[in-house]
């Protein structure tokens, strides 16, 4: 287990934390603590997760995939949508779940009239279920997660297409001919890249085994004291270390990252405690986001 680097943009403004860590081609830049502040975003893939706030360098991305509406993971929207228009950037894309689109849209027009700035940008909702094309290699799509206002989670896939075993070894015009005579040659094969549950009690990671396939895990941990109940925990539609640790041999991904611990603890006291429990196997690729 090692812990992620600190990261300073290097731009001209530094105004908000970003930890970051590399795997398997994936960059993964963030920040998250229950009721501070949550955003992360991969820049290969151009696309975020949450803006509780918005550090100056995370402009650049374009699309943007909102879990719920608690502030430490909307509050910079509007910022965030501003800032872009004032930058002179194409409008971004935004996702919310559907519950909340009507109330985003409108705090976004009423911000329009406070700050008196257009607030130009493409909101969708968003449900369970459903699937977002990026791009012909990649696609989003979401799960239900179990937090105490709606809220999904998102995996990220990488799609490709595969010729069909029956078709395998056979020489390249011949798949050729068989591809213009209107035979599906190949079919589809997707592979979690990334797994992003924002806050969710355990049964939402158990709703989707996407969540366990990733390459890279994305995972809120709020609490980990033995003393804190779990029960009241779950109620508020959050995880406990247990909850990770009952659940060691279901992890196939390559990275896990917990994140979203409460303010209560020391960045120490999360090391300690984490450190003692996870056993091999699973320590190794957990990364503590503190
Ligand atoms: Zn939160
Ligand atoms: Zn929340």
């Not at 001919?177 to 997707?190: K, Y």
Request: charged share 25%.
């Amino acid at each position: 287990m090692s812990d992620p680097e600190k990261k300073n943009g290097g731009g001209p403004v530094d105004n908000a934390p970003i930890l970051s860590c590399h795997h398997d081609g994936l960059t993964i830049e963030g920040y998250s603590r229950a009721a501070v502040q949550t955003y992360w975003r991969i820049p290969e893939l151009k696309i975020g997760f949450d803006l509780g706030a918005q550090p100056w360098d995370f402009m650049g991305t374009p699309t943007w995939f909102m879990t719920h509406t608690h502030l430490d993971h909307i509050a910079a929207l509007p910022v965030y949508v501003a800032r872009r228009r004032m930058m002179r950037m194409e409008p971004p894309v935004i996702y919310v779940p559907n519950e909340a689109v009507e109330d985003v849209r409108r705090l976004l027009l009423l911000f329009q009239r406070l700050d008196r700035g257009r607030m130009l940008c493409q909101l969708n909702g968003i449900a369970a279920g459903d699937e977002v094309e990026l791009s012909r290699e990649l696609v989003v799509t979401t799960f239900a997660t179990t937090h105490t206002i709606p809220s999904v989670g998102y995996i990220v896939w990488d799609r490709r297409n595969k010729l069909k075993e029956e078709y395998q070894g056979l020489p390249g015009e011949r798949i050729r001919d068989l591809r213009l005579s209107g035979v599906a040659v190949t079919r589809e094969v997707r592979l979690p890249l990334v797994a992003y549950t924002g806050d969710t009690s355990p049964a939402g990671l158990d709703n989707c085994p996407a969540v366990y396939e990733a390459k890279v895990l994305i995972t809120e941990l709020s609490f980990i004291r033995a003393s804190h109940r779990r029960e009241k925990i779950h109620k508020f539609g959050h995880m406990h270390l247990d909850d990770l640790l009952e659940r060691a041999d279901r992890f196939k991904n390559g990275l896990i990252i917990c994140a979203h611990f409460s303010t209560r603890y020391h960045p120490q006291e999360v090391r300690r405690l984490v450190e003692a429990k996870l056993p091999p196997g699973l320590r190794e690729r957990v990364k503590l986001w503190i």
